[in-house]
């Protein structure tokens, strides 16, 4: 990453932590550019995050390994992300009228996860997300197995998980992810 852009990404990042304290109590942001700078790699696919419409914040510290949980924080889910299919298998069963990819194949391709049915529920009892659009989120192996997928929305002032077909896509669903710094 060339420096400017690197220095650019880390105002980005700096001003979206100092706007949204509550998604980070008791993080010190210091400690967050003190793991981003020596992890140049994290700091690539944060960008990466950054220009698909994810706007990457840190949503809490994780003591079992040690790092700082970023996760997309846009309000709606990440525009640079959507029209997608859940993954490659169900993208290849798709005849005609083929989405650009899938879900866990960009995903993969980022270098980020794809939020659990746990991540997305923590995310949302931290603001308001996706009350016009949705993200999928990881499908269960045995509702995989039988050609489903689940995705998450807010309405009516609820969270809610809820499957489609694997194969389906919408131009307001696309996914968010969670990077480990």
């Not at 993969?108 to 939020?115: K, S």
């Not at 997305?120 to 993200?135: A, I, N, P, V």
Request: aromatic share 10%; with cysteine; net charge negative.
């Amino acid at each position: 990453m060339a420096l400017e852009n690197e220095q650019q990404l880390m105002a980005t990042l700096k001003q979206r932590f100092a706007d949204h304290p509550e998604r980070h109590s008791g993080i010190d942001w210091q400690d967050v550019v003190t793991r981003l700078l020596a992890n140049p790699s994290k700091l690539s696919i944060l960008e990466q995050m950054e220009q698909t419409g994810g706007e990457p914040d840190v949503i809490a510290y994780d003591d079992s390994v040690d790092g700082f949980i970023f996760c997309d924080c846009s309000t709606e889910s990440p525009t640079g992300r959507r029209s997608l299919c859940y993954d490659d298998t169900a993208l290849q069963a798709r005849k005609k009228n083929k989405p650009a990819g899938s879900v866990v194949d960009h995903a993969v391709a980022m270098g980020i996860e794809l939020l659990s049915e746990a991540d997305y529920r923590y995310l949302q009892s931290l603001g308001d997300f996706d009350l016009k659009t949705s993200s999928w989120v990881v499908t269960p192996d045995s509702v995989r197995q039988r050609g489903g997928a689940l995705f998450g929305d807010r309405r009516y002032g609820q969270v809610f998980i809820y499957h489609n077909g694997a194969d389906s896509y919408y131009a307001a669903r696309g996914f968010r992810g969670r990077l480990t710094v």
